[in-house]
């Protein structure tokens, strides 16, 4: 497996209308999201917008790793610490469970399945990706991993590996208009899933 690495964090990987009912933890009024790919895919783009369309609370990983300290040590090869996945799940536990939350971040494995009604897989073209990328200034060894991420569909098959079939939706984000789309389909799947629980 090809390591994905986001701005500043490591996360090693192991091996339509959304109409599929799940089962709700108890007592959610709102479903939990998990918007997850490569990075520059656009997740944070993504899941900050459908957080203020529909109310649902943005949970930047990445940020939330940054500003409470969850990581073990940095990875000088990789230029991005490297999170401590228990400090996080536990850090996460209570707001999960009260439901409501879009979650973003390029891994997707060690969250307990149980939190998810559903997970969009984002994917982008290498060419748009790479541009992405570059823009944000990651060196070229970091885009190549990136990239090769990307070609090999390491975090949809991370997310397949990780969830039940049905619940996993791969997306394309390539600009505008693809976001566009996602935006209004998603929204349709939550009004859908708050009208089925």
Same mark, same amino acid.
């Given at each position: 497996s090809f390591p994905c690495v986001g701005p500043d964090f490591r996360h090693d990987t192991r091996v339509s209308i959304y109409t599929k009912r799940r089962p709700k933890m108890a007592g959610r009024q709102a479903p939990n999201i &998990? =918007?997850? @790919?490569?990075? @520059?895919? @656009? *997740?944070?783009? &993504?899941? !900050?917008?459908?957080?203020?369309?529909?109310? &649902? =609370?943005? !949970?930047?990983?990445?940020?939330? =790793? *940054?500003?409470? @300290?969850?990581?073990?040590?940095?990875?000088?090869? &990789?230029?991005?610490? =490297?999170?401590?996945?228990d400090l996080v799940c536990d850090e996460l536990e209570a707001t999960m469970t009260s439901g409501g939350v879009v979650v973003d971040y390029h891994g997707c494995d060690f969250f307990p399945e149980r939190w998810f009604d559903i997970v969009f897989v984002l994917r982008t073209d290498n060419t748009v990706l790479h541009d992405r990328l570059t823009a944000r200034g990651y060196s070229a060894k970091k885009i190549e991993k990136n990239i090769e991420c990307e070609i090999f569909q390491t975090l949809l098959d991370e997310a397949k590996d990780s969830y039940k079939t049905e619940v996993v939706h791969e997306l394309q984000s390539n600009g505008e208009q693809d976001m566009a789309v996602n935006l209004q389909n998603i929204q349709q799947w939550i009004s859908q899933w708050k009208g089925d629980n």
């Open positions: &998990l =918007v997850t @790919g490569t990075p @520059g895919t @656009g *997740k944070t783009t &993504l899941a !900050v917008e459908l957080s203020q369309r529909s109310g &649902l =609370v943005h !949970v930047d990983v990445s940020e939330l =790793v *940054k500003t409470k @300290g969850l990581f073990e040590a940095w990875d000088d090869a &990789l230029e991005c610490y =490297v999170i401590n996945e």
